[in-house]
């Protein structure tokens, strides 16, 4: 599967964004579609993960300002973010979570200033 993400950018402190990922088929094909990112110097993080029977869960770092949707039509899998903070800063990168192993997309940076 390839997996496009877009919808980075810049953004200060407190604004908004809303990265979208295109998958290369269908996505109900996967237990799960997710998001990571990676803050420049650091390990890759977990963010949120939508399951495929419609369950959400997000990181606690993020809990209550992102929330992550699918569509399964479009093949899309959707992280609106909110309140964002320069902490959130770091490329962002939409999963496919397949049985026993994950695909990544190319990633989309996001960069937030204070």
């Known amino acids: 599967v390839q997996l496009q993400a877009s919808g980075g950018g810049w953004v200060q402190a407190g604004g908004s964004l809303r990265l979208s990922c295109v998958a290369s088929?269908?996505?109900?094909?996967?237990?799960?579609m997710g998001w990571y990112r990676q803050a420049p110097g650091g390990q890759r993080e977990w963010v949120a993960t939508r399951a495929r029977a419609g369950a959400s869960n997000v990181a606690d770092s993020v809990k209550g300002r992102f929330t992550i949707s699918t569509d399964n039509a479009q093949n899309t899998v959707s992280l609106q973010m909110t309140a964002l903070q320069p902490e959130d800063t770091a490329t962002y990168y939409c999963?496919?979570?397949?049985?026993?192993?994950?695909?990544y997309g190319q990633g989309t940076l996001v960069t937030v200033s204070s």
């Open positions: 999963t496919a979570m397949a049985r026993t192993t994950n695909y």
């Open positions: 088929k269908s996505i109900s094909d996967f237990p799960a």
